[in-house]
């Protein structure tokens, strides 16, 4: 048998087992990612324990973390006479080529 609760007026749902916290009792805020690494090598020739210091330091020398990166959006094809134009005529030629 289903059991339906109440949630407001004339609104109900199917009512569902109640879930335990996930959180561990001992840790407040078990899903933190830690700022400590192991000592990583960075470019300038320093050891870095520090996320934060290693990614700064990479930022200022011009380096991109693999992974993290914005890649731009590729340009579209204008498809303008011009350019199909001369993809007609690259083509024509690399045929013209082949039979020859």
């Known amino acids: 048998m289903i059991e339906l609760e109440e949630v407001g007026p004339n609104r109900w749902r199917v009512k569902r087992p109640v879930k335990e916290n996930r959180r561990a009792e001992n840790m407040p805020l078990p899903f933190v990612i830690s700022d400590n690494m192991e000592p990583t090598e960075q470019v300038d020739g320093k ?18 973390e693999v992974g993290n990166e914005k ?8 498809g303008s006479r011009a350019s199909r134009e001369a ?5 024509k030629k690399a045929v013209e080529k082949i039979r020859t």
């Open 47 to 64: 050891f870095y324990t520090s996320k934060r210091a290693f990614r700064a330091t990479g930022r200022a020398l011009g380096l991109v």
């Open 71 to 78: 890649l731009k959006p590729k340009p579209k094809n204008a």
């Open 87 to 91: 993809r007609r005529a690259s083509i």
